[in-house]
C-alpha cells in the first residue's frame, strides 16, 4: 500500500493498494515536494494468510530552487489536457523528467505527447505580477497561493495554439495582476 494518505494506507484502501509484488521494490514515479507520504508492507504467506504490516512515513523536501521540472508523457492523442490527465500513466509515471533554468519547453519537439511543467517562484520584491503563456493546443497557466500546490488556480490558459513567444493572440493568454509579496515562496 502506498499513497500520501495515512488513512488509506492504514485502512488498506483500493487506492493506496499497489498489488501483490514479487520483487522487493515498488517505484513511486515523480514525488511532489513538502509532502508526507506513507507506506505499509503485508506479508502473504504460502496458505493465504496476511501478516499486515506497520505504516512508515517519510516527508519530501522542499522543492528545487531556481529550476523547473519539465515532465512527458509520450503516447498522448487529443489536445484537450483531459487527454494527458486522464492517461493512466499521469501523474505518476511520466515518459521523462528533466529540470530546466528556465519556464519554457522544447520547440517543435514531438508529436502525441503531454507536458507538464513546475516550480517555485520566490518575488524579489513585493508588487503587482502579471503572467503569460503560449503553446502549440491547449494550455493552462495555474498560480499558488503560498508554496503548497493543492492551492494552485488557472490564472491564464490558451485555449487554441500559438507560436513559441507568441503572448498576444488570444486574450487569456494574460493573467490579470496578481498581488505577490517578496520573500514569499509560491508554487
Not at 483500493?14 to 505499509?40: C, F, I, N, P, Q
Not at 508523457?73 to 523528467?97: E, H, R, V
Not at 508588487?127 to 491564464?156: K, R
Amino acid at each position: 500500500y502506498y499513497s500520501n494518505s495515512f488513512a488509506d494506507v492504514n485502512d488498506g484502501a483500493a487506492a493506496a493498494d499497489k498489488g501483490e509484488l514479487t520483487e522487493m521494490r515498488y517505484s513511486t514515479g515523480v514525488l511532489r515536494s513538502s509532502t508526507t507520504h506513507y507506506w505499509r508492507v503485508d506479508e502473504v504467506g504460502l496458505d493465504g494468510a496476511v501478516i499486515e504490516g506497520p505504516v512508515w512515513s517519510f516527508t519530501t523536501a522542499e522543492g528545487v530552487e531556481n529550476k523547473v521540472v519539465r515532465q512527458w508523457w509520450s503516447g498522448i492523442s487529443g489536445t484537450a489536457i483531459s487527454a494527458l490527465t486522464s492517461s493512466p500513466d499521469y501523474p505518476s509515471n511520466p515518459t521523462g523528467t528533466e529540470l530546466l533554468d528556465a519556464f519554457e519547453g522544447p520547440v517543435d519537439w514531438a508529436d502525441n505527447y503531454g507536458t507538464r511543467m513546475y516550480g517555485w517562484l520566490t518575488p524579489p520584491q513585493s508588487g503587482d505580477y502579471t503572467f503569460w503563456i503560449a503553446g502549440d493546443d491547449l494550455q493552462e497557466l495555474w498560480l499558488s497561493t503560498d508554496a503548497d500546490p493543492t492551492n494552485a488556480v488557472v490564472i491564464a490558459r490558451v485555449a487554441t495554439y500559438t507560436s513559441s513567444r507568441e503572448w498576444t493572440k488570444e486574450a487569456g493568454q494574460q493573467s490579470a495582476p496578481i498581488a505577490l509579496q517578496a520573500g514569499r515562496k509560491y508554487f
